[in-house]
């Protein structure tokens, strides 16, 4: 994506509202975003977090500099089986600016006009009812378990352990029976796949960031909820979020 002028500016007017993403990976909201004051507001006019930015969304006077934006993920609204982003005048999708609109999917489709937009994680392309003027999605057919109601149907019960212990706090009570949850519904996923945490190929993992989660590539820093793509990683993040929200004193 493009990191210009106008999308700072569209996200200063409220025409847009996301993700800011930094070449190092940390993500900041577009609500961080305000209008620089200082000596040097002329050369680099934005800042984020007391981090000032020139029109092309490098960091102060240098370039390549780790702090550089390098993408922007913008919110949208996604209905059951339907994707539609609003405009005034009745049109069904709007890329504002000229800039890429994100879904954190995998998949793209082209857009007339050289513009793209991501299909949601977790859906596919309706080709029965989508037509030129109005994309369609539905969820995609998956054999891998969605909950952990659908994993104890699948896995017989000579695979299932009974682990009994006893641990202080109701909250860590709960975090410990989730954190296992996901790490079996994790091998499901994954299957025979064994990251190896001595090379540098790159593992997709679910990490906690600004009190968030995110999926952030590692290749030698161990993280336990690691995956072979990231789609794979960003899939699980969303459908197992209420666990991953139990599970967080222990990631």
Known sequence: MEINEQLFEDVLTGKLKGTFVLRNGFMLSSEQLDRNDNWHAENCPYRIRYRVY??????????????????????????????????????????????????????????????????????????????????????????????WEEYREKVPENKLYKVWGVIEGKELAEASIAMMQLMSLRK????????????????????????????????????????????????????FSDLLDIAKPLI
């Open 54 to 147: 020139r029109p092309n969304g490098g960091f102060g006077f240098t370039n390549g500099d780790s702090w550089d934006i390098v993408d922007f993920i913008a919110e949208t609204n996604m209905k059951e089986n339907e994707l539609t982003i609003e405009i005034p005048g009745g049109y069904e999708i709007q890329i504002p600016g000229g800039h890429e609109i994100q879904m954190s999917g995998g998949y793209k489709i082209q857009i007339p006009g050289g513009h793209e937009i991501q299909i949601p994680i977790g859906y596919e392309i309706d080709k029965e009812k989508s037509t030129f003027e109005k994309i369609m999605f539905k969820k995609k057919e998956n054999t891998k378990p969605r909950s």
């Open 188 to 239: 499901e996923w994954i299957g025979d796949w064994e990251p190896d945490w001595s090379n540098d190929t790159n593992k997709y993992c679910i990490i906690i960031f600004d009190n968030k989660y995110i999926v952030k590539p590692f290749s030698r820093y161990y993280q336990t909820l690691s995956f072979p793509t990231e789609e794979m990683a960003k899939d699980f993040r969303y459908c």
